[in-house]
């Protein structure tokens, strides 16, 4: 059984630095500016240089700094020229959102396909993964040490550190034809799932691990279906409120190894009800097992060394 998420009332950024992919348009722009108006230092990247850098420069109206780097997330050097911007300008980063992503490119699985056609190698699909998952995972192993690196002014007290990723509806449950992006989406689940205990153990500080799943929200990744889904009477969401809603996955300090689905603009956990009902739809007995089997294969470091 899932659970609200109301985000914080009284948020607050001021002096903290946020990195992110995918904020050039939709909702990683609107995450862009609502950062920037809470006092945040914005280091945000996209493949798309025009509206990154008009956003860029319509948002200078406070003394924060705000940056736009041309960043494909498919490279692991503009992953980490992302974050080196960040923390060569400001001395540290707070949080990390990996927000970049793609639709559907092709029909991977066309049951037109003949012994012929069969043979053309799916790039176009392959290009998904490689954007909504390989970009996560090249984000994830970056911020993972750039988030818990020491600022020169932090004393001893905790500082609250986070990473973020934006799954989808399609991670958490089957979307008939869009083969590569539902698995390349329950692959950010699956990505934040296997950080969330390891990097809630990092030192000095400890990392949030989350991911957000939005349903339909208007923007150009569903401009061909937008009539079929107000006919139906379905609720949507605009970017700026799932926006608000990653605003607060990013500030609420309690809120660690979720998932939030957004629905109509409002926010439901969804990890929480599903591991503390697990031996109701696993069984008991089960579930125990599961959580022995776990604790005896630890981290998975031993499988590492076999096969290096």
């Given amino acids: 059984m899932s659970h609200p998420f109301h985000p914080p009332l009284d948020i ?14 939709g909702i990683g722009a609107a995450l862009v500016r609502l950062c920037h108006s809470a006092g945040a230092h ?21 003394d924060a700094h705000l940056h736009f780097i041309h960043c494909d997330v498919t490279s692991y050097a503009d992953n980490l020229m992302l974050f080196e911007k960040a923390f060569e300008t400001c001395g540290r980063v707070d949080h990390a959102f990996s927000n970049a992503g793609i639709g559907e490119q092709e029909n991977l699985i066309d049951p037109h396909l003949t012994l012929e056609s069969v043979r053309k190698e799916p ?17 994830a192993r970056i911020a993972s040490v750039y988030l818990r690196q020491k600022a020169s002014g932090d004393g001893e007290a905790p500082v609250d550190k986070s990473l973020t990723f934006t799954s989808s509806v399609a ?48 923007t150009r990744m569903v401009a061909g279906v ?9 609720p949507s969401n605009t970017p700026e409120a799932v926006a608000k809603i990653m605003l607060g996955v990013i500030t609420d300090p309690t809120l660690t190894g979720e998932a939030v689905y957004v629905e109509g603009g409002r926010g439901w956990k969804l990890e929480e009800g599903k591991i503390r009902l697990r031996p109701q739809w696993l069984g008991e007995r089960q579930t125990k097992d599961l959580d022995t089997g776990t604790e005896v294969l630890g981290s998975g470091e031993g499988w590492i060394a076999e096969q290096a």
């Avoid at 607050?12 to 348009?25: D, E, N, P, R, W």
Wanted: hydrophobic share 40%.
């Fill in 12 to 25: 607050s950024l001021k002096g903290k630095v946020i990195v992110l992919t995918g904020g050039a348009i």
């Fill in 42 to 62: 914005v280091f945000f990247g996209d493949v798309l240089d025009s509206p990154g850098e008009a956003l860029a420069q319509e948002l200078h109206f406070n």
């Fill in 123 to 139: 790039k176009k699909s392959v290009s998904v993964l490689d954007v909504n998952l390989k970009g996560p995972l090249y984000f």
């Fill in 171 to 218: 991670g958490f449950r089957e979307d008939p034809g869009l083969y590569a992006y539902v698995t390349s989406k329950h692959g950010v689940m699956g990505l934040m799932r296997s950080l969330r205990s390891d990097l809630s153990k990092t030192r000095p500080y400890p990392i949030r691990t989350n991911t957000v799943c939005p349903w339909m929200t208007l």
């Fill in 226 to 234: 937008e009539g079929l889904w107000d006919a139906a009477g379905l």
